[in-house]
């Protein structure tokens, strides 16, 4: 079989090699598709070799001796985030919290590869409309659910988003269908501000204006009750904290790793609450794929680009790029 392996910055090879061998309890998938999630590209870029390709969607060719209720043949999509399932965080469905999480992401099978393998407990059926192509968006859609989810944000809030990427698109489909009252959000891509101009109420490039003083104007100078910052940059974190309104959440969705500086006090004296998300807890997998299936959530619109596992390099850099929405790999 071929996989992609990472063998240096920026610089994957696409390899023959064996076929996983199966444990009793899991399955190999011939993987259909496999979507190019942000947080892969932050290692991609420095080189780190690790397993790559946790988005994504195929059917199982074989299985393990031990594994009941799933046959060759099903359609599947696997929530394979880095997670042990074994330690005080992973019994408690706090999954991203897992103190294994380095390890089991790690020693995981990637899914750019023609195959691959997963523990059946990981599995999820796809329903007969769900396409492989739309399943693939189910773990980062699961992403945006967690981060409203964790936000707190209540019927008839007011919400900004900035940075308009694959979970920031999936977070302002989310919070519309959440009952948001007014959702404003910021970008710098072109063809990003295109791809949420129809759900949110306003999006503000934020090449030529400034997002901040805008969503405050249009928020009457109070804020929005619920800031989403899917960028990582310091300097939408430093926006977000700044725009919530008092009494307000701002949600760390992006990774950013660079240090941010901000008034303390600030905080304290607006009684702000900011938050982190990471990945998904228990069941929201299951919810993403179901709001999926229901057609409450369009994925499929989000996917601008699918391209064969040898162009991998190509669509890394054009995922690294900030351009287009959600990126797949056809092995
Ligand atoms: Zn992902
Ligand atoms: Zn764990």
Request: glycine letters at 12%; proline letters at 3%.
């Amino acid at each position: 079989m071929r996989e992609a392996i990472l063998e240096g910055k920026r610089k994957f090879v696409v390899r023959d090699v064996p076929e996983p061998v199966l444990d009793e309890d899991e399955v190999l998938i011939k993987v259909r598709y496999c979507g190019i999630c942000g947080s892969d590209l932050i290692t991609y870029v420095e080189g780190v070799p690790a397993r790559y390709g946790h988005e994504y969607a195929g059917e199982i060719v074989e299985v393990g001796k031990g594994v009941k209720g799933w046959k060759t043949g099903d359609r599947v999509a696997a929530e394979c985030i880095g997670s042990c399932g074994e330690c005080y965080w992973c019994i408690r469905g706090e999954m991203g919290l897992c103190e294994n999480f380095d390890l089991a992401w790690s020693q995981s099978t990637g899914g750019f590869a023609t195959y691959t393998k997963v523990k059946c407990n990981r599995l999820h059926q796809l329903p007969s409309q769900v396409s492989y192509e739309q399943a693939a968006l189910a773990e980062p859609t699961a992403v945006a659910l967690h981060a409203v989810r964790l936000s707190g944000m209540g019927l008839g809030d007011v919400v900004a988003v900035l940075g308009l990427g694959p979970i920031g698109q999936l977070v302002v489909r989310l919070v519309k269908i959440a009952g948001a009252r007014a959702i404003y959000a910021a970008e710098v891509s072109q063809s990003r501000i295109e791809l949420a101009r129809d759900i949110v109420d306003e999006v503000i490039d934020a090449n030529v204006g400034d997002a901040a003083a805008r969503i405050h104007e249009l928020t009457g100078g109070r804020g929005p009750d619920v800031v989403f910052e899917c960028a990582g940059a310091v300097s939408t974190t430093q926006q977000a904290i700044a725009m919530a309104r008092k009494g307000g959440t701002v949600l760390l969705v992006g990774v950013g790793i660079h240090p941010v500086e901000m008034l303390a006090g600030s905080v304290a004296l607006r009684e702000l609450t900011i938050k982190g998300s990471m990945v998904f807890g228990a069941g929201e997998y299951a919810t993403a794929l179901n709001l999926i299936a229901d057609r409450k959530i369009d994925v499929a619109s989000l996917i601008t680009s699918v391209m064969p596992l040898d162009d991998i390099n190509e669509a890394f850099e054009k995922a690294v790029s900030g351009e287009g929405g959600k990126i797949l790999i056809k092995p």
